[in-house]
């Protein structure tokens, strides 16, 4: 099966580091999407991408929260400087174009201390 | 702005019952809705989807939902929950640009 990739699965560090999640879409879908999920906040859309444009990151931090799309196969999430209110699970997921039908990672289990 | 409303945030049942997962929408267009579960430390995984046509809609692990357009509800049934049904299941709504708006999630726990 086709599946969204998500490196690294679990990360640990501490305030003020640098931490960049990527995300491998499956192959010939267009649309990528990061999401948020903590407890309090639920699944929160931060930011998506079609044909590797961002189409909205409305929901993103935009301090420290940067995402990318450097080519079809990669997507990328940052967070410079990390906070501990940023430790939560991030998910990548995509989907072909006019489907409506998104396929999730298994996420980035992210632990700022 | 469209929005998606769990009111339920845990759904205890024993096995073998029925149960029945309450979603609301609210959308000014047309929606497509979806339900996805997720079992403890996974990611998400597509149970079934309404883009149109019947509005009975039949997903995996026999589950199903109803599209119900005058009460913006699409509630999620199974006649006959099992043990491994156990997890937490968000309704989602999107329309033209594939962005899903997730609902705050219900835990279903099934007891023996």
């Known amino acids: 099966d086709a599946r969204v990739t998500q490196t690294p699965r679990h990360k640990v560090t501490e305030m003020g580091q640098e931490v960049t999640m990527r995300c491998q879409p499956i192959?010939?879908?267009?649309?990528v999407f990061w999401y948020r999920q903590t407890m309090m906040q639920g699944l929160e859309l931060l930011a998506y991408?079609?044909?590797?444009?961002?189409?909205?990151d409305s929901g993103m931090p935009k301090d420290r929260f940067s995402a990318e799309m450097p080519d079809a196969t990669l997507a990328t999430l940052k967070i410079q400087p990390s906070e501990p209110r940023d430790s939560a699970v991030y998910f990548c997921?995509?989907?072909?174009?006019?489907?409506?039908?998104?396929?999730f990672g298994a996420g980035s289990r992210l632990t700022v201390l | 702005a469209q929005s998606v409303t769990q009111l339920d945030s845990q759904v205890p049942v024993f096995e073998e019952a029925p149960v029945e997962l309450r979603c609301n929408y609210s959308?000014?267009?047309?929606?497509?809705l979806f339900w996805y579960v997720q079992y403890p430390n996974q990611g998400l995984q597509l149970l079934l989807k309404?883009?149109?046509?019947?509005?009975l809609v039949k997903g995996i692990n026999g589950f199903e939902a109803e599209f119900n357009k005058s009460q913006t509800s699409f509630h999620l049934r199974k006649p006959s929950v099992h043990i491994s049904d156990t997890a937490e299941y968000f309704c989602?709504?999107?329309?033209?640009?594939?962005?899903?708006?997730f609902g705050t999630g219900t835990l279903l726990a099934v007891q023996p």
């Open positions: 997921a995509s989907g072909p174009s006019g489907a409506n039908v998104l396929t």
């Open positions: 192959l010939g879908h267009n649309t």
């Open positions: 991408f079609r044909n590797r444009a961002p189409l909205d």
């Open positions: 309404y883009l149109s046509g019947s509005t």
């Open positions: 959308s000014s267009v047309s929606v497509y």
């Open positions: 989602a709504v999107s329309g033209a640009t594939n962005k899903l708006i």
